[in-house]
């Protein structure tokens, strides 16, 4: 009995361990304020974990210090999302969502970028080519087994393709995309996205759960969390910010970090065209029934940057808002 508890419970502290490693000692002010020493930290961190699947980045974001256990139980965890995907998602379609090359082909028609597949065994021809085809020769470098935002570098030389090649390591390259000029005044240098989830219901109609404006610092090229990068959760009704921005270690901001524009407010433009091209997404992938889709707005157009299997809880629940039982209400 004892060895089957335990063969149950060390994958849990295997994964929490490395979540504390990677998200918890960042300096957050919030982590002092909440949990107070180390010691103690970790005890409440590893409480939350066991017994409600919170990673150590959701106990901070979504406050669960300040809150019982019956408020615990409403949201979303890292734990409950993983149940949520088995409940709702098939396979072979998540298999399409995670791997980048195989997305970019999936929904070619929602993509407008230029890509390339770089590896070992892609030709010079095939570089020079894919260089001559970019307008302004920048392109963005993603490792393809990488997430988070990890890796990812943008270059515009065609020396630093021919570079990467030769490494031993799988690639997607992009096209830089534009941001639309209402969104490139919060943060020009990275492409400010939109987090839309969506749940497809037992009779088949899509369901828009959540969206959040993600949009990186000064220098930064990423939009993610864990890259500095800082959400706002937008009304789904009218488009309208509804809340004060957080970072990955829970910190609030009135104002946006680089362009100090009071978000809450703050009126998000196209957003019936956001919505609409999120359902299409839902409607492609219809065995996907819950994904959080990364949607780029262009000057020109929409485009899909990637889907999101299990998205990110701390990011979709950023105002405070538990959304498990609305999510469960729809399997």
Known sequence: MIKKIARKIAPSLYLFLAHLKVELWNGSKEVKQLVGSKKSCFLRLLWAYLFHGASPQEYI???????????????????????????????????????????????????????????????????????????????????SDLYYGQGVYVADSLDELKKIKNNGKRYIIEEVVLNDPTLAKLNESSLNTFRVVTCIDRNGEVHIIAILLRTGRKGAVIDNLLGGGTCYHVDVETGIIDGVGKDGWGNSFLKHPTSEITMPGFKISRIDEIKQFAVKLAKNLPKARYVGWDIALTPNDIEVIEGNVCPSAELIQCNGIGLLKEIKSYY
């Open 61 to 143: 974001c979504l406050g669960f210090a300040r809150l019982n256990s019956s408020g615990r139980k409403e949201y979303v965890t890292i734990r409950r999302n993983r149940k949520l995907d088995r409940k709702f998602n098939d396979a072979e379609a998540n298999k399409i969502l995670w791997e980048k090359g195989l997305f970019n082909s999936y929904f070619s028609e929602f993509i407008h970028r230029k890509y390339l597949m770089l590896n070992k065994k892609t030709t010079d021809a095939e570089i020079q080519n894919f260089f001559d085809s970019l307008p302004n020769k920048r392109y963005v470098v993603k490792p």
